[in-house]
Structure formats: C-alpha cells, structure tokens
C-alpha cells in the first residue's frame, strides 16, 4: 500500500500570497498517477489536477502541480478568498490512496 | 451536466445491512468504472471500493473486504453499495465518484454530494 503524507497539517496565509504544498509517496508513484482535490466544509472533493499536473476543466491557471516519483507540490501562485479549504492528494498508480490533507486557512 | 446523487443513508444498528445507490446522469454510465469512498466525520477521504464499466471486475479495501459489495445496474445509471455487518467505525458521509479517464488508473470526478451513514446503537 502506498501511504501519501500532505505537509503542513495547516498552512495559514493571506488572499494574493502564494501556496505550495507538499505530497510525499512511501514509493515511487508509476506514471505520475497522482491527483489533487479540494475540499470547502459541507461540500465533495473537487478535482483540480490529475497526471500530477493537468489541470481539470474549469480549474484557474493559478492552480499548478508538479513532481514525480516520490515527491509532489501543489502551488496556488495568488490566493483568492475562495480558495481556502483542505486539500488531498491521491494517488491510482497501485490501488488507491488519499493524503490525510491540508488545511489552508486564513491569516 | 454531468450528475451523481446518492441516497440510502441513515442510522442504522451495529450488524445489521444498508444498501447505498448512486444514480447517474449526463455522461456514458455505461462506459465508466465508478468508485465509492467514504470520508468518517472530521476526517480524511478513504477509498472504499471499485466496479469496472461492466461490472465483471470489483476491488474493495481491506477494511471492508467481505462485509460490503459494490454492484451497477447499467439498464438503469445506478450504482450500488451493499454494506453488511456494519461497525461503528463505518459511520462516515459516503461519495460516489467516477473514474475521470474511464478505467482503473484514473483520478476521481465528477463525485457525487455524499449520503451519511450513521452506525450506532
């Protein structure tokens, strides 16, 4: 079983700043299978990024994701307002398997 | 547009069965492999199962190989999970979700708003 660990737990940071988070496989992910989620309280996952860094339809190009093997980023280049909830990432290259999230909030 | 909607949640008693169904609408039911996973109250998301596009193959995490089954019914876009022997640690909003490039080896979208099952005596 792959296990992705997300860091920070929590990342605060101010609308216009820029976010990078962290995903990091226990092994090497074939094929760049990994995608990234976001979560708003009360709502399901969206997709934002799949293949590690196409960018799902309708998603802003200020949402970018990057990485391979073991190792995988999510940066927002300038926060907006809407973009704070928590976000997951997945991998599908050996089953399947979520990060346990990050928590971007408002500083 | 593209829609999932879940339904057949509720609170239900240690042990005992609850069937989830997932109806789909706007894109090829059919032609697509389909996931549930679940997300326990102020947790992650885990992966609970998956159903090929025509049903023949099923995969299921280890937490609830044996107990729960995922089935389809293509003749009517809907999507099953039968949970039997349910725990207390089953408790958790359940989504359905498509598998965005069709098969095994894709990312999750578009999913469904979620159906909360509660597990409690």
């Known amino acids: 079983e792959i296990v992705l660990t997300q860091s920070p737990g929590t990342l605060s940071l101010s609308p216009g700043e820029r976010a990078t988070l962290s995903c990091r496989a226990s092994q090497s992910i074939s094929s760049s299978f990994l995608a990234w989620y976001q979560q708003k309280p009360g709502q399901a996952p969206r997709l934002l990024i799949y293949?590690?860094?196409s960018r799902a339809t309708g998603i802003p190009d200020r949402f970018s994701g990057s990485g391979s093997g073991t190792d995988f980023a999510l940066t927002i280049s300038r926060l907006e307002p809407e973009d704070f909830a928590v976000y997951y990432c997945?991998?599908?290259?050996?089953?399947?398997?979520f990060g346990q999230g990050t928590k971007l909030e408002i500083k | 547009q593209v829609q999932l909607v879940e339904s057949g949640g509720g609170v239900v008693q240690p042990g005992r069965s609850l069937r989830l169904s997932c109806a789909a609408s706007g894109f090829t039911f059919s032609g697509s492999g389909m996931h549930w996973v679940r997300q326990g109250p102020g947790k992650g998301l885990e992966w609970v199962a998956v159903?090929?596009?025509?049903?023949?193959?099923?995969y299921y995490a280890d937490s609830v190989k044996g107990r729960f089954t995922i089935s389809r019914d293509n003749s009517k876009n809907t999507l099953y999970l039968q949970m039997n022997s349910l725990r207390a640690e089953d408790t958790a909003v359940y989504y359905c979700?498509?598998?965005?490039?069709?098969?095994?080896?894709?990312?999750?979208?578009?999913w469904g708003q979620g159906t909360l099952v509660t597990v409690s005596s």
């Open positions: 979700a498509t598998a965005g490039g069709g098969g095994y080896r894709s990312w999750f979208d578009p």
């Open positions: 997945q991998q599908y290259g050996s089953a399947y398997s």
């Open positions: 293949g590690a860094s």
């Open positions: 159903i090929s596009y025509d049903g023949s193959n099923k």
